[in-house]
């Protein structure tokens, strides 16, 4: 499968604890993005890549929550101190911008957080 | 980015055409409309993207008027997998250049 992968696809955690999230986007693509989704809704941005420089960051991603993506290819997303709050499908996406990419962005699966 | 309007939810029955309208008055000359689709638990799906007239895929139809303040996702003979949310995203340049802002998208319920 050549698509976006995302790991873990659930995490049941406990309120205080800290979660690290993987992604490994399409091999090609330069540009990773992270969105966050809780039931009923829609997703929200947190922060996107372009190769390994965060470019943006949403007020929504509080001094809890870090992005990485060191080498330009993968990507963790670790929250800190987790709150039941932080409970949602946290989505990965990929897309390559320029080079005659279509800039059409490609989810993952998603990793479901649970925090108790 | 423009803000968009859905309706929340829809029922159709298989086999029948579903037309999606979305407004977006706030639209702005370099902004694209794009469509996305979401089964449960999965991560959303492009469908299809347009600037203005007509565009068609293999999956969908999005039609947009001149003034470009709506748009309009068509589905034609619908299956019962086709149950899913559908966003509707207006961003400047193809496809959203930096991020896309969804909104709560509208739940498509098709009945046997």
């Known amino acids: 499968d050549t698509g976006v992968s995302q790991d873990p696809r659930h995490k049941i955690t406990k309120r205080g604890q800290n979660v690290t999230f993987r992604c490994d986007p399409i091999s090609e693509h330069n540009r990773l993005y992270w969105y966050r989704q809780t039931l009923g809704q829609g997703p929200e941005f947190l922060t996107y890549f372009q190769n390994e420089a965060q470019l943006e960051k949403s007020r929504l991603l509080s001094d809890r929550f870090s992005a990485e993506r060191p080498k330009g290819s993968f990507s963790t997303l670790e929250i800190q101190r987790t709150e039941q709050g932080d409970s949602a499908m946290y989505l990965c996406a990929s897309s390559l911008v320029g080079a005659g990419g279509s800039n059409e962005q490609f989810f993952g699966p998603g990793t479901r957080l649970t925090v108790l | 980015l423009a803000k968009t309007t859905q309706p929340i939810s829809m029922d159709s029955y298989e086999g029948q055409e579903v037309n999606i309208t979305c407004s977006h008055n706030n639209i702005a000359t370099n902004d694209y409309i794009t469509w996305y689709q979401q089964f449960p638990s999965q991560g959303p799906r492009f469908i299809i993207q347009?600037?203005?007239t007509k565009v068609t895929n293999e999956v969908a139809s999005l039609f947009i008027p001149a003034d470009r303040k709506s748009s309009t996702l068509s589905l034609p003979r619908v299956s019962l997998s086709d149950t899913a949310v559908y966003y509707c995203?207006?961003?400047?340049?193809?496809?959203?250049?930096?991020?896309?802002?969804f909104g709560a998208g509208t739940r498509l319920a098709v009945h046997p």
């Open positions: 347009g600037y203005k």
């Open positions: 995203l207006v961003g400047e340049g193809s496809g959203g250049y930096n991020k896309l802002i």
